[in-house]
């Protein structure tokens, strides 16, 4: 019990340290708290919908709601991995403490926080939608527990097994191949009844009928049932639990013992510049060199650049092969989401390079400094997200069946991608926030900084929407011929967005490198 109350206070103390932070911090934890409050109610009540509907599909919801659950518990830690300290053994390897001990602690700290407390409401929402007399309370009660207890037992599971994969590049860039063919996975659904596959109702249950057999399929089924095959299933679970968990204590003794291998040297490549044959030599040239290497080198750019790919494509496969909307209008859309979703890795453009801005700051001197900083940044990944935009433009304008389409689509694309760019440099100065160094591609933030990083997206997101709407507006009219001036108009807000950047940037330079150089 001292171990359990131990890693409690911790984990509790560091979630209290985001409120001694600075403002940005406390309202970033405010607003995670209050989301997860909203989620947790939110999910409770749907839960206990399912009792209106007939048994069987009350049951076959709840089924896939467990497993969904399961899963999203072994994935999102691994996206997450370098948010919480907890997460990863290395952190923990010089406490006096056996492995048992150990793991009992870790344990302890992922089940303390406001994301696992609001995981355990829903899932005990599955009493009030499934559990009928007090057989099914009886046995909901444990069931519910008991799915908890796997999900937490499975995730540590599995950010301990691949923890020091993590750390490397080649494991940074197998998980988000990894991540992008699930984001393709979920969306297969959507694909078989656009398909006209199969109806919701048969897929569902088809579905449960198939992870009925799961852990979480029979912890769902044991509320259901509220027998002796109930208790049945929760002896099976029980047994799945301690078996994770045995597992996971051996994962542990073996990565504390195990060396940081991302720590090791590797070989520098000398590449010829062919970005100085076309920019002048100058900061601007070495700004475009240093983020193409970039581009090339590190995980989380081409996260980014594969995610805008992957969802237009699947966007358009599904507008192209259902009853969606369809049209000119079509790729044009899409295109321009494209180069949205591209732009938006420019709301943080100096949290890539962490503590080493204060080389950048040092060699800038004045406002046009920064504005040129800012835009060999935006020239750089303009060269790498254009043809992508293209390439994008052509795929959806053929799959949709509006070829004639595809140069209006590219225009719209560019002018989104210079909205983008424009927003970001503004966002960058007024919400920084630090990118964690040899991470996994997902990590946004340091730990403490989570709510930053979401409200810098969600307001460039919102600004980039709002500024295309002049064009996308009359665009929705038939007047396609206005998506012509879109990359002039994405020019101008991209000169303008970097300007008022780099003024504001300027003037609080030690505020902007303090607030990319937190400790991870």
């Known amino acids: 019990m001292t171990t359990v109350r131990l890693f409690a206070e911790l984990k509790l103390r560091l979630l209290a340290g985001n409120l001694r932070g600075d403002l940005a911090r406390k309202l970033g934890f405010v607003f995670t708290l209050v989301m ?8 409770f009540f749907l839960m ?10 009350a049951a076959d919801i709840v089924i896939v709601v467990f497993t969904l659950f399961l899963v999203s518990w072994m994935i999102v830690p691994l996206l997450a991995f370098g948010l919480d300290d907890t997460l990863d053994p290395a952190r923990l390897a010089l406490f006096p403490l056996p492995t048992a001990r150990l793991a009992v602690g870790m344990f302890t700290a992922s089940a ?13 929402g599955a009493l009030a939608g499934l559990a009928s007399g007090a057989g099914g309370i009886l046995i909901g009660v444990p069931a519910v527990l008991l799915q908890f207890a796997l999900c937490l037992v499975a995730s540590r599971l599995v950010t301990t097994s691949l923890s020091s994969a993590l750390r490397t590049r080649r494991g940074r860039d197998v998980l988000a191949v990894a991540a992008i063919g699930a984001v393709l996975l979920f969306q297969l659904p959507n694909l078989l009844i656009n398909s006209d596959l199969g109806d919701p109702l048969s897929l569902l249950h088809g579905t449960a009928a198939v992870l009925r057999w799961t852990p979480s399929g029979m912890a769902a089924h044991a509320i259901a049932d509220g027998g002796l095959v109930g208790v049945a299933e929760l002896a099976v679970v029980a047994l799945v639990v301690v078996a994770a968990a045995w597992l996971w204590i051996k994962a542990l003794s073996r990565a504390l013992v195990t060396p940081d291998v991302s720590n090791e040297a590797a070989t520098v490549r000398r590449d010829s510049g062919l970005v100085d044959r076309i920019v002048p030599d100058g900061p601007l040239a070495a700004v475009v060199t240093k983020e193409l290497k970039y581009i090339r080198r590190e995980p989380r750019y081409r996260v980014v650049w594969f995610t805008a790919v992957v969802v237009t494509a699947v966007l358009a496969i599904s507008f192209g092969r259902g009853d969606g909307p369809s049209g000119p209008g079509v790729p044009i859309m899409l295109t321009a989401v494209g180069g949205l979703m591209v732009s938006l890795q420019m709301c943080n453009a100096f949290g890539i390079d962490g503590r080493s801005l204060w080389m950048n700051a040092v060699a800038i001197g004045s406002e046009r400094g920064l504005s040129v900083d800012l835009a060999g940044r935006h020239l750089a990944n303009a060269l790498v997200a254009a043809p992508m935009l293209v390439a994008i433009a052509v795929v959806t304008g053929v799959l949709t069946g509006s070829p004639g389409a595809i140069v209006w689509a590219v225009f719209a694309g ?37 709510g930053q990083a979401f409200a810098s997206s969600m307001g ?17 009219f038939g007047l396609l011929w206005v998506c012509a001036l879109a990359p002039f108009y994405g020019l101008a807000a991209e000169v303008l967005g970097r300007r008022l950047g780099a003024r504001i940037g300027f003037a609080r330079m030690p505020e902007l490198l303090a607030a990319v150089s937190k400790p991870a």
């Open 36 to 43: 997860a409050a909203f989620l947790a109610a939110l999910g």
């Open 48 to 57: 206990s919908l399912v009792r209106l509907a007939q048994p069987e599909i």
């Open 112 to 124: 303390t926080g406001v994301w696992p407390a609001a995981t355990l409401i829903v899932t005990a």
């Open 414 to 450: 560019l002018g989104a991608l210079g909205i983008g760019f424009g927003v970001g440099a503004v966002t960058s100065v007024v919400i920084p926030y630090t990118i964690p160094e040899r991470l996994n591609a997902f990590t946004g933030a340091a730990p403490g900084q989570g």
């Open 460 to 476: 460039a997101m919102v600004g980039i929407s709002l500024l295309t709407l002049p064009f996308i507006v009359p665009m929705l």
